[in-house]
Structures are given as structure tokens and as C-alpha cells.
């Protein structure tokens, strides 16, 4: 397929006399000067108002259908090369996973790995919090999300003890928060936020030993093995781990105890060093380190890089205004690794606030990530759930008279009715 394409680029190349685009190549969309005609046999094609390309003959890129799988393996003998990684298939063009961060958990867990358990706040009304449960069904019913991540820590799980036995009182309240997502019908990640560490210590590396961090996934994975639509979030992104080849190591202890537990075909997710950002993925070592973690068959099927990334000034998720869509510094580049190595990848915290630069470069990104679905199975926005109207990065819908109102990014660029992430 992929010697094919070379064939047709080079030809394409030979045969135009005027500045033109390549068959896939981009023609289009908010803000592009390059070339607008397309070579001889492709046509310009609108994937979403920020992204048209050139495709062969008329007919637009079906969507996709596929609700979370992540199929590609390192083995597979048609990987693109060179140039050709550049270049997203003529399928690309909508997004799988598209969701919102459900938080309150998680409150109370610093990025050092201490959690106060007694932060820890359930967003159910039932259990003292937010509406989650009806945050969650707006967003999937009326916005058309369809995947929700969960935030946890994991001292809560345990009630302070590190290892894998889980507090049985405190797991049931975590266990109704996953159980209302699932049964909403969206695919729901746990994601544990602990940035690698359990009070200060780095898991693998002085803090918790790997046999501890993979007895946790085992008690979880045990517990929800049957549960097609979970996906497995490792942790939260990991930062400042001096050894990015001993963190792989934890990394594959944890993979291996989940699959051993009988969650055999779940996606699970790979953080990887400096706080798992998607523009030092590479730059890191993290996805040379990362590619080498396994199934116990030896497959990579269903083993997807997670990574984050925000659009403020320092990439911190900590300030209202926008000033990058983040395409050249780190979806572009990652986009062409990914490609060229058979891997995909899962934006699972990005967002920003509710103004109008965010608007801007958020709708940027999250148009490109759609042009390139085939590597990218989607994003989720940071963060509803139990956040205050006040908070810098809120997305937690008001609901008054019988209705919920959503925050302005989320109506003008996450929200999959807006059109960014391609077809519903």
C-alpha cells in the first residue's frame, strides 16, 4: 500500500509543471497559504473548516466506525517511510474517543504523589458532588462525547496503604462513578493521578516498587476485565523520572499484570516522562523507551501512548488565554513518529479558558488531530466534574430550568456537534 503511494507522490511530483499539492497533501483551511490546486487525479477536498486536503477523485474520507480499538502492531510490514509518514490516509478525517475529564476523585492528590484521601470529592450528587451523572449524560446525549475519563487516587483506592489491595468502601464509591459512565453507553478511562509517584516516592525508581504498582492494576484489572469499554489510564503523568528505560520497566510490570488478570483486550494507556507532554514525547526518549512494552504475546495491539498537552503560554493548564494551536511543535512531529512506527496516540488532558484565544487554537487543534485520526484516536478536555465555575479551565455545564448550558469552549470547539473532530 505504502510502496503504492510512494510510486504515486513521485509521479505526481514529475508530472506538475504549476505549484500544486500532492495527492494527501493539504489545500486548505483557516489560515493556510500554501498551494490550493491539487495534482492531476486528486481533488481539494474540505475535511472541516480548518483542514481541506487532497484526495483522490471526489468522494470525501468515510468516517470511521471503530469505537475504541488501536489495532497497529510493530510488526506490520507496510509501515510508511520517510516522506510518507508526513502524510494521513485517506480514511483520516474524524475522531474515535472524543470526552471529557470527570473530576473529584482525584482532589486532594498533589503532583509530588501525596493524596489527601480526605480531599477526595465523588462527583455524584448522591455522594456529596456535582451532578456527574447528569454532566454526563448532556455531554454524551445532547454534545454527542462519547468518552469520559475518571479521575482517582490511588492512596484513596487503597485507603493510604500502598499495594493492590483495594479499600473496599472507598473502591465502591469510585466503582459508581465508573458503573454511571458505563451505563450511559461512553467508554470510560481510569486514570490514576498520581504523576508516577505514591508520597513523594517514584514508582520503580526509590518510591513504590513495580510489583506494587502492577498488584494495583491487577486488583482493578480483575474487577473490570469484562468490560469492554474501559480503558486502563497507567497514571498520571509521570514527570521529572530520571530513567526513562527503568520507567518503561514499570510500565511493562503493570501492562503484564493487567493482561495476566484476564483484561485481554482493553486499550491501556502509556504515560511517559515530562508529564507525559506531547511535545517532548519523543525528545524524552519516552516513545523509543515506550514502544518496547508488550502484550504478553508480544503485540502492541491496543497499547496506546497517552499524552497531554495544553495551549497556554508554558504548557502548564494553568491560564485562561491561549497562545499556541501546538501543530508544528508537537502534534505535527508526533503525528509522523506514530505513523512511521505503527503506534497511536491519546490526547487525554488538553483545554484552556473560556476566551476567546482558546476558541481560536483549540478549534485549530483539534481539527488537525482529526485530519490525522488514523494516529490520533482522540482527545479529552480538562475538566468538568466537581470544578467551580471560577476555576481557570472549567467545562462544568450550568444547569438551570430543566437544561444544561456549556461553557463556551467546550459549544465552540470540543463539543463533536461543533465539527472539529469530524463526523459524529
Not at 493556510?32 to 481539494?44: H, L, M, Q, R, T
Not at 505514591?198 to 520503580?204: E, F, K, Q, T
Not at 511543535?329 to 476567546?356: V, Y
Request: glycine share 12%; aromatic share 10%.
Amino acid at each position: 500500500m505504502y510502496r503504492s503511494l510512494r510510486i504515486l507522490l513521485i509521479s505526481a511530483v514529475t508530472l506538475s509543471v504549476h505549484a500544486q499539492s500532492p495527492l494527501y497533501g493539504q489545500c486548505g483551511g483557516t489560515g493556510w497559504n500554501g498551494d490550493k490546486a491539487c495534482v492531476s487525479g486528486a481533488v481539494c477536498t474540505v475535511l472541516n473548516q480548518w483542514y481541506s486536503q487532497c484526495l483522490p477523485g471526489t468522494g470525501a474520507p468515510a468516517p470511521s466506525t471503530t469505537i475504541a480499538t488501536a489495532t497497529l502492531t510493530t510488526t506490520s510490514t507496510t509501515l510508511p517511510t520517510g516522506a510518507e509518514c508526513a502524510v494521513p490516509p485517506a480514511s483520516a478525517g474524524s475522531l474515535e474517543l472524543k470526552g471529557v475529564n470527570i473530576a473529584g476523585f482525584d482532589f486532594g492528590c498533589a503532583t509530588d504523589g501525596f493524596c489527601n484521601t480526605t480531599g477526595a470529592w465523588p462527583p455524584l450528587t448522591q455522594l456529596g458532588g456535582n451532578d456527574g451523572e447528569g454532566q454526563m449524560k448532556h455531554f454524551f446525549n445532547t454534545d454527542g462525547f462519547n468518552t469520559f475519563r475518571l479521575p482517582v487516587g490511588w492512596q484513596y483506592l487503597t485507603n493510604n496503604v500502598v499495594g493492590g489491595d483495594l479499600n473496599e468502601a472507598n473502591f465502591q464509591k469510585y466503582d459508581t462513578l465508573v458503573k454511571t459512565c458505563l451505563n450511559i453507553g461512553a467508554t470510560c478511562v481510569i486514570d490514576i493521578h498520581n504523576y508516577a509517584r505514591w508520597n513523594g516516592g517514584i514508582i520503580g525508581q526509590g518510591g513504590p516498587t513495580n510489583e506494587q504498582f502492577a498488584a494495583l492494576w491487577s486488583s482493578l484489572a480483575s474487577r473490570y476485565k469484562d468490560q469492554s469499554k474501559l480503558i486502563f489510564g497507567l497514571v498520571n503523568e509521570p514527570h521529572d523520572v530520571p530513567d526513562i528505560k527503568i520507567w518503561a520497566a514499570s510500565v511493562q510490570a503493570a501492562v503484564t499484570a493487567i493482561r495476566k488478570a484476564g483484561a485481554t483486550q482493553q486499550i491501556i494507556l502509556l504515560p511517559g516522562n515530562n508529564w507525559t507532554s506531547a511535545g517532548t514525547f519523543i525528545s524524552s526518549g519516552s516513545a523509543d523507551a515506550l514502544k518496547t512494552v508488550v502484550n504478553l504475546d508480544g503485540s502492541t495491539t491496543n497499547l496506546v501512548f497517552d499524552v497531554h498537552k495544553y495551549l497556554d503560554s508554558d504548557n502548564s493548564g494553568t491560564h485562561t488565554e491561549c497562545t499556541t494551536n501546538n501543530i508544528d511543535g508537537a502534534w505535527k512531529p508526533l503525528a509522523e513518529w506514530l505513523r512511521c512506527n505503527g503506534r497511536k496516540a491519546f490526547n487525554t488532558e488538553t483545554g484552556g479558558g473560556n476566551t476567546q484565544s482558546c476558541v481560536k487554537y483549540t478549534c485549530e487543534q483539534t481539527a488537525y488531530q482529526a485530519a490525522n485520526s488514523d494516529v490520533y484516536l482522540g482527545y479529552v478536555g480538562w475538566s468538568a466534574g466537581n470544578f467551580a465555575d471560577t476555576y481557570e479551565l472549567n467545562e462544568v455545564p450550568t444547569y438551570s430550568n430543566g437544561k444544561w448550558t456549556d461553557t463556551l469552549l467546550v459549544s465552540s470547539c470540543l463539543s463533536p456537534k461543533a465539527g472539529y473532530a469530524g463526523k459524529l
